[in-house]
């Protein structure tokens, strides 16, 4: 492929806020000065170590040390080459790149954007066929579910026609090969290799990812003729997997990260997030063909900023059996959230598409009335196996429910839910507790057992790990001010202060790799960082990301100018000494000993002349 001309690379990348690449994927929330923070998309986490500065173009986990550019997060969160992270930013901001060789733009030719692409001309293939005289059927289906054009406008309902190479025959026309297009999972191949549409004769849904992207499709069987299952969604692909994916979110994450509280709504199927949106629950979302899994939590969390116990996600599911299954599903992972969860039945099982059909859309809205806490509804659900007329039926019921109990973490919420489960039984307080703690314990000594031994990789060089002394806090502050206010401190001062040997040694190669990079060039912070051995790059992120001691920006420019001036008296303090202690050594009328004596005078005058006595 072309290589991306360098002119341009930069230039994308200084004409790109960092914070709105980033913010699409994991809720930002201002964190002091220049800086914004929220929950690591690539490692688990209760509180917010995720740091983002737009100013440095960069972000960096005090967590888990990941650390880079908008390239870099792209790379990482989407699997890109470093071709396809540039030309994602550039299609966002309508640059037009050039290349070393043609000496234009290139063809789309990079795999994943064309996946993208494809899938985006299929969603505007099947909007288009659904006013077609063959998709009367799929209008009269969103008709009878209380859909109007309105509504299937909205979510980019489409129609796939009958047939088998419709959409094979119309996205070739448009330039895309077969092998893109089985890629995709657009088109499916039989045993003898020939080629067909994987969606035929069936009202289809776009799935989009949380910027707006579209992935994929599930499609709903329309035809009795067809023999195919009732849903069907796009395989997994490059850009495709079911596990980490929530149709709605790119509709639903505006309202999620805005609401107060944060509420995710999580429904069974793409006609339910339609029939909550349109009543004016507009955080509802819903798996794609696969149960609500540890991914789609992490997916969530992101989206939610979900730092604290004020937020809730509320499931909904049928009252049937396969219903209560999905919600101990569920269970298993709820306590990854920090938000609370909460089951949504409706009194008469109706799902809600159902009841806003039959009773309107304030009767789903009044869904969430309904609501429960996630542990009371699964210790209801163990409880009803059982016999609670007998005494055996009630101890059984209590063996299998306070392992439930057990898994409650909150010190203040457990022995309220031991209450519960006392009085759902009619048994004394003091057993149910006693049980409780005989679960809790079991489960601990399981842990153990299961618990990886301890590795003895040295730990990373971090802030944390260096010695708490006046050289590092001043070393530390010195450098975070030149990273974060550069341009702001003068020119002279800040070059002084870069020549200047650290006493921290692991600091001093900070320093010295700010120094050798090119200041004048956009992204030189990031250069400085990326020039830093392994070892203590996590350290360099830290350094560029942490908060810098001051109360607006121009206090913090004043103390950066000030803190490269303590810096070099600090280092011409250092060495008069030196040379106080060479002139002890030599003849004071030498020739060598003028030479000291001038030297003293000179680091005088410039000692004057920076402390500004």
Request: include cysteine; aromatic fraction near 8%.
């Amino acid at each position: 492929m072309p290589r991306i001309r360098q002119a341009d690379v930069e230039e994308v990348k200084a004409r790109t806020n960092i914070a709105d690449v980033i913010g699409e994927r994991v809720a930002l929330k201002s964190a002091g000065i220049g800086s914004m923070k929220g929950l690591c998309p690539f490692h688990d986490e209760k509180s917010p170590s995720f740091n983002v500065r737009p100013s440095q173009g960069f972000y960096h986990c005090f967590g888990c040390g990941e650390s880079g550019d908008v390239y870099t997060f792209l790379r990482e969160m989407d699997h890109l080459s470093f071709s396809e992270a540039v030309e994602a930013v550039a299609a966002r901001l309508g640059f037009p790149l050039h290349y070393e060789e043609g000496g234009g733009p290139a063809p789309e030719t990079s795999g994943r954007a064309r996946l993208f692409a494809a899938n985006s001309r299929a969603a505007e293939y099947f909007r288009q066929q659904l006013v077609s005289p063959e998709a009367e059927v799929a209008r009269a289906f969103l008709g009878a579910r209380g859909f109007d054009p309105g509504a299937a406008s909205h979510f980019g309902v489409g129609y796939a026609p009958k047939g088998w190479d419709h959409l094979l025959n119309h996205l070739t026309g448009e330039g895309f090969t077969r092998d893109e297009l089985i890629t995709a999972g657009l088109v499916s191949t039989n045993q003898r290799g020939g080629v067909y549409d994987r969606f035929r004769g069936r009202l289809v849904w776009p799935i989009r990812d949380v910027t707006g992207q579209t992935i994929g499709f599930g499609a709903r069987k329309l035809y009795d003729e067809d023999q195919g299952p009732k849903y069907l969604n796009t395989p997994e692909t490059p850009i495709y997997k079911k596990n980490q994916v929530l149709y709605g979110l790119d509709l639903a994450k505006r309202d999620i990260s805005r609401g107060e509280p944060k509420r995710v709504i999580v429904v069974e199927g793409y006609t339910d997030v339609m029939a909550c949106h349109l009543a004016g629950l507009t955080t509802a979302v819903a798996t794609c063909g696969t149960a609500f899994g540890s991914e789609h939590i992490r997916t969530l969390r992101r989206v939610m900023g979900d730092d604290s116990a004020t937020g809730e996600v509320v499931f909904t599911f049928d009252g049937d059996e396969a219903g209560q299954k999905a919600a101990l599903r569920a269970f298993a992972d709820a306590d990854r959230f920090s938000a609370q969860t909460f089951v949504a039945v409706a009194p008469d099982g109706l799902d809600p598409c159902d009841m806003r059909l039959q009773r309107g859309d304030a009767a789903v809205r009044a869904l969430l009335d309904h609501r429960v806490p996630m542990f009371e509804f699964v210790i209801d659900r163990k409880l009803a196996g059982f016999p609670l007329t007998s005494v055996e039926g009630r101890v059984g019921a209590l063996r299998a429910a306070a392992p439930i109990v057990a898994e409650i973490k909150d010190r203040l919420i457990r022995p309220g839910y031991e209450r519960v489960l006392a009085q759902r039984l009619g048994m004394d307080p003091a057993d149910v507790h006693r049980e409780v703690e005989n679960a809790a314990r079991g489960a601990r000594q399981e842990e153990r057992s299961f618990a990886p031994a301890p590795t003895t990789a040295a730990p990373a060089t971090t802030l944390s790990s260096l010695p708490r002394t006046t050289d590092v806090a001043v070393e530390r502050d010195a450098l975070t001010g030149i990273l974060q206010y550069g341009h702001r401190i003068e020119p002279t001062l800040m070059h002084r202060a870069l020549e200047a040997k650290f006493r921290t040694p692991a600091l001093d190669v900070v320093r010295a790799a700010i120094s050798s990079v090119d200041r004048s060039r956009p992204g030189w912070g990031q250069a400085a960082i990326d020039a830093l051995p392994q070892a203590l790059r996590q350290l360099g992120g830290e350094v560029l990301m942490r908060d810098f001691p001051a109360r607006d920006e121009e206090h913090a420019a004043i103390s950066a100018n000030d803190l490269c001036r303590r810096i070099i008296v600090r280092d011409l303090d250092q060495r008069k000494r030196e040379l106080l202690g060479e002139v002890q050594r030599v003849a004071p009328e030498s020739e060598e000993g003028r030479a000291v004596r001038l030297r003293l005078r000179d680091i005088d005058q410039e000692r004057r002349l920076i402390a500004g006595e």
